[in-house]
């Protein structure tokens, strides 16, 4: 039996706009009412059906539920925090508790109030404090009742989609074509972005400003409360190679600047470091790979090498998220044994793994890509809000349960 660490953490993720539904003033739902995402409307009505999906957690096997708080609820003007908001999120954590589920939660997930995005977002050179001073309120109100708090989630997945392919809000685009079209349900949503040279830099100038907001706000939190683990959620792509040393010099590049540019910059503000993997590449491969619902190469083992990169850095890792878009079930069971096998090599070759996050508990709002795709181990049924357990996710209890792979 493949057993993992003693107290190692088994559990799900999702993010607060992809399930909760009812939020508006955001700059997705704004992009939605302009008609260049899907609407995301209800979503899985999780803000009211957090203990129903809890329960099912619990039933699980889960020890622990990685979520977000949404930031356009707890400061929907500049400076202005709604004590509501904070009160709901007090509730949420609070049924986590009294089903000894752990909590991890993260700061921002993508969406951002549309004070923030109207004026600039992540452009603005002030960006790093006024995010500061809402992680840190967050941690104030919220940190009696959640020992690890992650500041932000993906920056270079946020940077890339909003600033180079100009697919998401707010649709800057570095290219010669300015249509980014994406057919969903039938419906052809077209974001028209704005192209040019000009994103680039500004992507650069946005990814330097999140590593200061993350830095700035470790630092604000841990002057309100030392004790509380801070960490970073960073979307790693293996970028890997054949044989040939042009190509070995091609992931090299592509692997400092999708991971290792932005983790030097943070790291020192890192009490440990959370992993979403999804990607392995190969440059020069000759391979068909098996899909996913999502057109991504069926590779969850590689999650070991992703790992491995991050461990670098010598600190606790969790996997933060990790999954499968696969509406039928046929193949998920086997993705999650794969990669919770790569997350026990990983451990064995000296990775301080602390716990694992399948995405998603439900599912959810996949952005762009609307209601299509289905990464749950529960699924949803948006019409009547019905939640069915698919048989993938017993496979995964069994593993959480016994704390290891059972043959
Ligand atoms: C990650 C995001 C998460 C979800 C998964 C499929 O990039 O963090 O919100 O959409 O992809």
Redesign the pocket.
């Known amino acids: 039996m493949k057993k993992f660490p003693e107290g190692f953490y088994w559990g799900a993720a999702t993010?607060s706009y992809?399930v909760e539904g009812g939020i508006e003033n955001t700059d997705w739902a704004k992009a939605a009412r302009d008609g260049r995402v899907p609407p995301c409307g209800l979503a899985c009505d999780h803000y009211h059906r957090y203990e129903q999906d809890f329960d099912i957690a619990r039933e699980l096997g889960h020890t622990a539920h990685r979520l977000s708080v949404e930031w356009a609820r707890i400061e929907p003007e500049e400076g202005k925090f709604d004590a509501e908001a904070i009160a709901h999120y007090r509730q949420v954590l609070t049924a986590l508790h009294a089903r000894g589920l752990k909590p991890f939660v993260t700061v921002w997930?993508?969406t951002q109030p549309l004070w923030f995005s109207l004026t600039g977002g992540f452009e603005r050179a002030d960006a790093p404090e006024r995010f500061a001073r809402y992680a840190a309120y967050v941690v104030k109100e919220l940190g009696d009742l959640c020992g690890h708090f992650s500041t932000m989630?993906?920056p270079a997945?946020f940077a890339s989609n909003g600033w180079l392919r100009g697919s998401w809000p707010p649709f800057k685009r570095f290219a010669l074509t300015d249509l980014v079209s994406i057919t969903n349900s039938g419906r052809q949503y077209e974001a028209r972005a704005t192209k040019g040279l000009a994103p680039l830099f500004l992507y650069l100038r946005v990814m330097k400003h999140l590593a200061l907001a993350h830095n700035a706000a470790y630092e604000a939190i841990k002057k309100i409360s030392p004790q509380t683990e801070v960490s970073v959620?960073k979307?790693v792509i293996v970028f890997d190679a054949n044989w040939n040393p042009f190509n070995k010099l091609k992931a090299f590049l592509a692997n400092y600047f999708w991971t290792y540019k932005f983790m030097n910059r943070v790291v020192r503000h890192c009490d440990s470091i959370g992993l979403?993997y999804?990607f392995y590449t190969q440059f020069g491969d000759k391979r068909t790979w098996r899909k996913t619902d999502?057109d991504w190469n069926f590779a969850p083992e590689h999650i070991f090498d992703a790992l491995m990169m991050l461990s670098r850095y010598k600190l606790p890792l969790f996997v933060s998220?990790g999954?499968i878009?696969d509406a039928a079930d046929t193949g998920r069971a086997e993705y999650i044994r794969r990669q919770v096998e790569g997350t026990y090599l990983a451990i064995r070759a000296g990775a301080d793994v602390r716990g694992h996050m399948y995405?998603?508990l439900l599912d959810?709002y996949?952005?762009a890509l609307g209601f299509a795709?289905r990464?749950g181990l529960v699924a949803v049924n948006y019409e009547t809000q019905e939640r069915t357990i698919r048989p993938s996710a017993y496979v995964y209890k069994k593993i959480c349960e016994a704390n290891a792979i059972v043959e």
């Open positions: 993010a992809q997930h993508f989630n993906e997945v959620v979307h979403n999804y999502m998220e999954g878009a995405w998603s959810n996949e952005w795709k990464f």
